[in-house]
């Protein structure tokens, strides 16, 4: 079973209906410690402000549970967008510490006014697979949504999954072993998405 | 590199999909949901659902069509149309949709952007301003709320600043004059805003060929967007859903 975590943040919504579109069944979107304990994966949705992300997971008290999950049962958790970067240890976005499931930070895009690039980052981009991996098909072109102001900076090389360009080459999927994560929307990228979910479903 | 999104913008009214020209004259395109489903199939960049009755007839969203739109919807999907509080906007939120967008609540609730930013991010708050000519000489352009029925005292330009410091981080900008047309967009509004703002711009109202995207993206829009381009084929306007493949759009930008 998957859980979608139910931390009263986040579009749950176009996730549960991409799950149902492609006949992923186990799936259940649940706050309850004893559900998420019962799952085989883990998908960490989110949108909207990092220390507003973190205050809900520490009030949800999921904290310890996902933390069992992904370190120590090292079951497949997979962070989406705002929930990739909650996964990471801080954010220039906010002052509260992140989870930390992984060796990185969450960086504030910055370019210089003459670039004409808009921040948040809001669009298609195709996405460079540097591994190979059971998440995201490796050697044909996908291309995914994203919206975002903020990115992550994995310190472990080894991690990065996938990268993208916006006017800095950014890493837009990390994988450090069990542990999963992409700021891109796979829930909103069509086909491309589908078969990330799938493949997610797969692991 | 980011490739600019091609955004059809779908107008309900009565819960079914229509089209004008400058705001009026709207005629039935189709069903809502079964329209979605074809953008679906064609693997659109985006879509913008506005319904155009909800501040007439003062009345909530309707939540049940949104639901049923977002379950075939596997793309970004925004949702605009009589959003005037936070629960209702949590509401959409919750249907599925990715972002909201504010027209007539912008102005008259600025306060509903702020909350709005804050509890879902700036990235999916979106602003929609329609931009019409006024004055004696049709000289100058004004800000028109209410399904371009009222106007503001503030220029286009002062109008979006104002947005952005309440955490927009989006602005769908509309041409009142241009809309329906086809005969491409007003390039020197969207000029003048997005070489003043920093937040993404998608440039509506006149689009009726790839050159006019072109001419608008060249001007500054991050995003494209149009109505009758997408749905209406030839001179006789028959309704046919149309959207340009990814290497055609891909060719002109």
């Not at chain 1, 579109?21 to 799952?39: L, N, P, Y």
């Not at chain 1, 809001?122 to 460079?128: H, P, R, T």
């Not at chain 2, 509903?112 to 708050?125: D, H, P, Q």
């Amino acid at each position: 079973m998957i859980a979608v975590i139910d931390y009263g943040i986040g579009n749950i919504g176009s996730v549960l209906n991409m799950f149902k579109k492609i006949g992923v069944k186990d799936v259940c979107f649940t706050g309850k410690e004893e559900d998420i304990k019962a799952a085989d994966k883990i998908l960490l949705p989110g949108v909207g402000s990092f220390d507003r992300g973190m205050d809900s997971l520490k009030r949800s008290g999921l904290i310890p549970v996902l933390k069992d999950f992904a370190l120590v049962d090292k079951k497949p958790i997979l962070g989406i967008c705002l929930g990739m970067q909650l996964l990471t240890s801080r954010s220039d976005e906010g002052q509260s510490n992140g989870l930390g499931f992984i060796n990185g930070e969450t960086l504030a895009f910055s370019f210089p006014k003459e670039s004409n690039l808009k921040i948040p980052h809001m669009g298609w981009n195709e996405v460079m697979v540097e591994k190979e991996n059971t998440l995201i098909p490796y050697g044909t072109s996908s291309r995914f949504y994203f919206v975002h102001s903020y990115y992550v900076k994995c310190h472990n090389d080894a991690d990065i999954l996938a990268t993208a360009n916006y006017g800095i080459n950014f890493t837009c999927a990390f994988q450090c072993d069990n542990i999963f994560g992409t700021q891109f929307h796979p829930e909103k990228s069509h086909k491309f998405g589908m078969q990330v979910l799938k493949n997610f479903s797969l692991i | 590199m980011i490739r600019p999104r091609l955004i059809p913008i779908l107008l309900i009214q009565d819960g079914g999909l229509v089209k004008g020209v400058n705001f009026k004259k709207h005629v039935y395109v189709g069903d809502p949901v079964n329209v979605v489903k074809i953008f679906n199939e064609k693997e659109v960049d985006e879509i913008a659902i506005l319904d155009i009755s909800c501040t007439v007839e003062n009345r909530d969203p309707n939540y049940e069509l949104i639901s049923e739109i977002t379950s075939e919807a596997f793309m970004p999907l925004s949702y605009g149309g009589g959003l005037k509080s936070i629960e209702q906007v949590r509401k959409i939120f919750h249907s599925g949709v990715e972002k909201v967008i504010f027209n007539t609540s912008a102005y008259l609730n600025p306060n509903l952007i702020k909350e709005t930013a804050k509890e879902f991010g700036s990235s999916s708050t979106v602003v929609s301003i329609d931009v019409k000519t006024s004055g004696f000489f049709k000289s100058t352009k004004k800000v028109f709320i209410q399904n371009s029925r009222k106007q503001i005292e503030l220029t286009p330009l002062e109008y979006s600043k104002m947005l952005v410091d309440l955490g927009a981080g989006e602005i769908i900008l509309t041409s009142v004059d241009h809309e329906g047309l086809m005969a491409g967009y007003d390039n020197d509004l969207i000029e003048e805003i997005t070489s003043n703002l920093e937040i993404p711009v998608v440039a509506n109202g006149g689009a009726g060929n790839m050159d006019h995207f072109k001419q608008a993206l060249n001007h500054g829009a991050s995003a494209v967007a149009a109505g009758s381009f997408f749905v209406f084929q030839g001179t006789h306007k028959a309704v046919l859903i149309t959207y340009p493949s990814y290497s055609d759009f891909s060719q002109i930008i």
